[in-house]
Structure formats: C-alpha cells, structure tokens
C-alpha cells in the first residue's frame, strides 16, 4: 500500500441485513469510489456483524479485498468494540495530549484506528435509517452511530440519504447536533432538503445539497438458475409484472399494530392489485421479497410473498411464481429488469426497477418513496396508503400498466442526468479529501 492512497471508511453500509436496498447501498458506493479512484483504500464500518472479516468486491474485471469492522450494541460494555467503548476512547483520545498515549489509545483497536486514519468518513444511514420513524432503539443507535463519527474530528459527509422526518424534540436536538458537524450533507428528496435546511438553520456553515440515490449506479449480475422463474425462456410472449410485497407491511410495522399510519388494509390491496393485473390475458406476475430474515420474522418480504399468493385463485397462481433464490442485489436487479413493469413496496426494489427504465409503482409508507420517484421525473406513480383509499391505489397501477411505454421513454431521458449527478458526489468525495 504506497502512503499516498486515498482512505475512505464507509458506514452505515452492510452485507449482513438480509436487506437488499441496504446491500446494494453499499455496492453502489463501492462502485462508485472504485470508479473514481481505482486505488482508493475503502474499508467499511459495520453496525451489523457481530464479528469483523473482509468482504471481497468485484470491480471491473479484479477483486478488491474491503475489510468489515464491527461495532456491537451488546450488554458488554467493556468489548473493546462496543460503541460506547468506542466513543469514550474517541474523545479522551482528543483530551489527551501526549503522542504517544494516544498510540496506545489506538493501538489494538482496528475501529478506531481506521476512523482516525481516514481522509474522510461516508455516512449512509442505510439510506432512510436517519430519523425516529423506526421506534427509539434504532433512532438511538443511529445517534450513537454519528456520535463515533464526530468524535474523531475527521470529515464526515453524509452521502445521499433520507435525513428525517424527527417527530419527537429530543429527535430533532440529536439530528442537528450530529448534522452540524457534517461537511456536507446531501439529501436524495427536495423534501428532506428543505428539512435540513430548516433544522440547521441558515448559519450552521453545513453545504447540504440535494443528490439521486447513489443505488442508480448499481450495475445487473445474471445469476445462474432463473428456468423456473421462466426468465429463460426468449420467447416468453407475456408481459412479465414484478411485484415487491413488504413483510413489515404486512405485518403491521415493528409494533404490528399499523406503525406507519396505514389509512387501509396493506394485505388486502397488494391481493387486489395482483388480481387487477392477472385479470389482463398476457400477463404473469413474478413475486420478488427484497428482504431475506427467518420465514414467518415480522420483516421477511419472501414470507408475505408466500402469504399473499395463498389468497390467489388456482388460475391466477398458475401465473404467479415466486423468487426463492437468495440473490445479492446485483443478481436480483437482473431478475427485476426482466419485468415489463414493477409494483414495490420497498424503495430499492422500486429504484433497481426505474434505474434500468422500468415503469414502477411505489406502495408508499414514508416520504422517501416521494422524493426519490420524484428525482426521476415519475412522482405521480406514488401510490401512499397513508393518505389514499384502495380505489386510488388500484387506479394509479392500472393507469401506469396502460402507459408503461410512454413512461419507460421519459425515464430513460432523465437516468441520464441523474446518475451523472450521483457520479459527481464521488467524483467530489474523492476530491476534496486530505491525503496525510
């Protein structure tokens, strides 16, 4: 390794989620980096594995060996990497004056010694993990995540995420104490960009700026194996439909007791829209889980897949097949850009479908769906359940089933620009970073 060689240390990503979106967040940043600076020394912070190791990445033709680290939120205070183990040593590390104390403070700790090694730190939050939506214990883990980052004193910018909604006060105080410290902070909707600007206020010195989804630049990998999905078959004479159905929708939310605000019955809309699409003749619907648990956990998509297709009469699951294979996000991004036309409820199932020109529908539960539809010039194909009845729903995915030619072309005008934007957030990431 020549001394001279970019460092950049990447959290908020994981491979360890059984979450796609979440996966293939951290491919597409890697790729991203990799493009911009093929020798860039990456390694990856994770909040996820219980144990550290080193993932292999394939980039352009050559494996690029990218050590994980771990961080643990375990009753054992005293692991030397919990995350308040770490915390405390960031800062007495600054309080310290001693050179070769401070050694010592690092020494043997490979989190921390990658965080005060690096030329600059990129958050993700994986994607939309950045607010109290979720309940306390993943908004206080998410505080916890940023307070790491910012004991260092190393630049942190927060790559293009969801940032917010906060609901409560102490949500909002922990958002802008961590945000003010940022270099920059891009938000992937116009929405959350307002709200960011608003929570920092006009004086906090922060660039916040508005940037795609950085899983556009995810690129497809063909997987062995899809002659039972019928994906094989080149002259398959349907119009192959592939519907995301959400586990945690299904289920209720972590509370199971309609979390998200639902003003309707999720189960029985995602039925009814199957039925809508199956009832045209050259139809087949191809159901896709985009996050992989244990069957029957409250998250599992391939559970409420199951769940769903059940409730099917014979002739329509005749129709209807469901993909079982555990595919990375690259392989299930091939497997969705085989459909003619895509209905999701989860975001990265949706933006591996519009990535590659393919009309979808967002089945709403936040305003992320909004704003990264929206980036795309197809905000209208957001169909949220929180504010609209069953009927709405079912007419904006009938409506877009109609006019998906006519979508695809204006799609396809604006991925350009898109993902030359995503591009320039690395292209500046890797710009503006201090070589020591």
């Known amino acids: 390794m020549t001394a001279d060689r970019m460092r950049v240390v990447l959290t908020g990503a994981s491979y360890a989620t059984g979450n796609l979106g979440v996966s293939a967040l951290a491919e597409a940043t890697l790729q991203g980096i990799l493009d911009q600076d093929p020798d860039a020394c990456i390694s990856i912070v994770d909040m996820c594995v219980r144990e550290s190791g080193k993932a292999v990445f394939h980039h352009r033709g050559r494996d690029v060996l990218i050590p994980v680290l771990s961080v643990r939120y375990s009753k054992n205070l005293f692991q030397s990497n919990h995350i308040l183990n770490l915390i405390a040593r960031a800062f007495f590390w600054r309080l310290v004056p001693l050179p070769g104390w401070r050694a010592r403070l690092l020494s043997g700790n490979p989190v921390l010694r990658s965080l005060f090694d690096a030329d600059v730190i990129a958050d993700l939050s994986g994607g939309d993990s950045f607010t109290d ?7 206080v883990c998410q ?7 910012l004991s260092t004193t190393k630049e942190v910018v927060f790559l293009p995420q969801t940032v917010g909604p906060f609901r409560s006060r102490v949500g909002r105080w922990l958002a802008r104490f961590a945000l003010k410290r940022a270099r920059v902070v ?4 116009f929405e959350g960009l307002e709200d960011t600007r608003r929570l920092l206020g006009s004086r906090s010195g922060v ?9 556009l630049l995810l690129e497809s990998k063909r997987p062995g194996g899809l002659e039972h999905l019928g994906l094989a ?3 398959r004479s349907s119009v192959l439909v592939g519907v995301n159905v959400n586990g945690l929708l299904l289920n209720g939310g972590y509370s199971r007791n309609n979390q998200f605000g639902l003003r309707l019955d999720y189960r029985s809309v995602v039925v009814e829209l199957l039925k809508v699409l199956l009832k045209e003749s050259n139809v087949s619907v191809l159901l896709i889980p985009h996050v992989r648990t244990k069957a029957g956990h409250i998250e599992d998509d391939l559970s409420a897949c199951e769940s769903v297709w059940h409730e099917l009469a014979e002739e329509e699951r005749m129709r209807t097949v469901t993909v079982r294979d555990g595919f990375g996000p690259g392989e299930m991004r091939y497997v969705i850009g ?23 529908v967002g089945i709403a539960y936040s305003r992320k769906f909004r704003g990264v539809f929206e ?12 504010t609209m009845t069953k009927r709405e729903i079912l007419e904006i995915v009938r409506q877009a089933f109609q006019e998906r030619e006519s979508i695809r072309t204006g799609l396809l ?5 898109a993902k030359a934007k995503v591009r320039g957030v690395f292209r500046e990431l890797l710009g503006n970073g201090l070589h020591s």
């Open 133 to 139: 939506i979720y309940g306390p214990t993943r908004g």
């Open 143 to 149: 505080v916890l995540s940023k307070l790491l980052l």
């Open 186 to 189: 891009y938000s992937r909707d």
């Open 207 to 215: 660039r916040i700026e508005y940037a795609p989804d950085v899983a």
């Open 233 to 235: 078959d080149e002259h």
């Open 338 to 360: 085989q459909c003619g036309f895509f209905v999701g409820s989860r975001l990265h199932s949706c933006i591996a479908a519009l990535s590659q020109g393919i009309p979808a």
């Open 375 to 386: 980036s795309l010039g197809v905000g209208a194909l957001v169909a949220d359940p929180r």
């Open 413 to 417: 005008e604006s991925l350009s620009a």
